[in-house]
């Protein structure tokens, strides 16, 4: 028996956007205190901005392909973990090079999360993805309007971003956390889907109609 496209769960991907928007969005506030802490020029720290928005595409590329051998979940569950260590970096990094590492991985782990995320939704609820695709974007948003309070907070408490490192820790872990219910009390949604000679193949589902 399977579930009607209303009763798929879609909270996972929901909660992993919100991890997204709130580990994308650090950068941006935290210019100043990296330069300061990094001792390098405000056009240096720029760069760090391009390093963001070209390893996001290469993450987005990356992920169609793995999408169709590994399903969209696992993806997911590695974004994360690209998200914890990228703001890990972030957070302690000395020098230009590990900060740009963390970076990269937060750019990357956010093409794969936009990918799998948007295509997952698709999949659990066809016909019907609108309001939960809405929903995606607008957890988004909230992560990352709530990125610069954050990261004001955690350097004048702590002239750190640990603070910062740990929220979006706690966050992944609850991401993380309904990702492992899903994969233990029901089958895997993107094969429990219904349309016009339909099929699934390496986990990918798809229809001809």
Request: net charge neutral; hydrophobic share 50%; proline share 5%.
């Amino acid at each position: 028996m399977t579930d009607s496209a209303a009763d798929r769960p879609v909270y996972p991907y929901l909660s992993v956007a919100v991890v997204m928007g709130l580990s994308l969005s650090l950068l941006g506030p935290s210019v100043s205190y990296l330069e300061e802490r990094l001792g390098v020029s405000t056009s240096t720290i720029g760069t760090l901005f391009s390093v963001i928005a070209v390893s996001n595409i290469a993450g987005a590329l990356v992920c169609g392909r793995w999408i169709e051998k590994h399903g969209g979940h696992l993806a997911l569950r590695l974004a994360l973990l690209g998200f914890v260590l990228g703001t890990v970096l972030l957070a302690v990094g000395e020098s230009y090079p590990v900060v740009a590492v963390g970076i990269a991985l937060i750019g990357g782990s956010t093409g794969v999360t936009d990918a799998s995320a948007n295509t997952m939704v698709v999949w659990v609820r066809p016909g019907r993805s609108g309001p939960p695709l809405n929903a995606l974007h607008l957890m988004f948003g909230l992560g990352a309007l709530a990125a610069p309070l954050v990261s004001d907070r955690s350097i004048a408490w702590t002239d750190r971003l640990w603070p910062a490192a740990l929220m979006v820790g706690a966050f992944a872990a609850a991401s993380l956390e309904n990702f492992l219910w899903v994969t233990f009390t029901r089958s895997n949604p993107a094969a429990d889907v219904h349309g016009v000679e339909s099929f699934t193949h390496q986990k990918h589902w798809g229809c001809r109609g």
